[in-house]
């Protein structure tokens, strides 16, 4: 599986990405996170980088928040 022959061809650029695609993802991250359990005013105050980093491991996320919260009996 190749990448195709448009982006080998000698003057042509790569898409750039838009400041609103980029909104639009990490608001999709940040969301995804509040899913995982971490809570929203935590992760609204995480730099973009951290947020990025996190969503990457979902596991580990869900291991942290576990080891956090409270053991209800």
């Known amino acids: 599986m190749g990448t195709g022959r448009t ?3 000698a ?3 790569r898409p750039i990405k838009s400041p ?3 909104r639009r993802r990490l608001k ?3 969301a ?3 899913r995982l359990g971490l809570g929203e005013e935590t992760v609204v105050k995480m730099q973009p ?4 980093k996190l969503v990457q491991r979902p596991a ?3 291991k942290r928040v576990a080891a956090l919260s409270p053991v209800v009996a």
Do not use: C, F, I, S
Request: glycine share 4%; hydrophobic share 30%.
């Open 11 to 13: 003057p042509r650029t």
């Open 32 to 34: 995804r996170l509040v």
């Open 60 to 62: 580990k996320v869900k």
């Open 7 to 9: 982006l080998n061809k």
């Open 20 to 22: 609103g695609e980029k």
């Open 49 to 52: 980088e951290a947020v990025r």
């Open 28 to 30: 999709a991250q940040r």
